[in-house]
Every structure is written in C-alpha cells, then in structure tokens.
C-alpha cells in the first residue's frame, strides 16, 4: 500500500520533466517570449559575457532557438585616425618674485588663571 503511493508521488513529481524537446516547464509561455539575439552579443565585464552566455545557451538548448550569427564589423565600435599627436605644453618661465623678510612677532605673555572661591567654579 505504502509502495504504491509512495510511487504515484513520485511520478506525480517527474510529470513535469516528461520526454521531449523542450522543457516542460517553459514549453507553454516563456519561449514564445524571449528569444536570442540575432547577432553576437559582447558583454563589457566578464561577468557580463558569462551571463550572456549562459542565457544564450539555455535558449538554444531548452526552447530549440536558433544560435546566434556572428557579429558583423558594422554594429563594432569604428576606430577613429587621430589627426594631431598630443603635444605638453610649453612651460613658461615665472620671474622670481623676492621674498620680503619680516622680523617675527614678540611671543605673549603667559595668561594667569583667575583664582575661584569655591570647588565647582574650577
């Protein structure tokens, strides 16, 4: 008794991984929805490119999307010819302007603390 339900659980369970070339569980709405790029997408950081990466292939391999094309040299970024090289500018010469000595201010005098009467004034 106890083996025949603990059987019908379990394929009650597996009924969504059924036999097929798609998966079960996003052959009813998700491919419809996202699909992959036509061309080659190119990710900034790594992280960028693994992300990319794996979606791509779970499109492909889950949902039977086509692979992407490779990426033509149009959508790249075109390098540009750098007309002028960069030159410093010139460092221009300051006259000296003298140094006026002063004679140092006489120190002040030590300030004397005022006596208080009583022991919470201190």
């Not at 010819?81 to 010469?93: L, Q, S, T, Y």
Request: charged share 30%.
């Amino acid at each position: 008794m106890y083996t025949k339900t603990i059987i019908i659980l379990l394929l009650m369970m597996l009924a969504g991984c059924g036999p097929g070339t798609k998966l079960s569980s996003i052959a009813g709405g998700e491919c419809r929805i996202v699909h992959t790029p036509r061309y080659a997408v190119l990710g900034k950081t790594i992280y960028d490119r693994n992300w990319i990466e794996d979606t791509e292939e779970a499109l492909v391999r889950g949902c039977n999307q086509p692979r992407p094309k490779a990426r033509p040299a149009s959508l790249d970024r075109q390098k540009v010819a750098v007309k002028h090289k960069f030159r410093p500018a010139k460092k221009k010469v300051l006259r000296e302007t003298p140094i006026i000595k002063t004679e140092p201010e006489p120190p002040l005098p030590p300030v004397k603390p005022v006596p208080k009467s009583r022991w919470w004034e201190r």
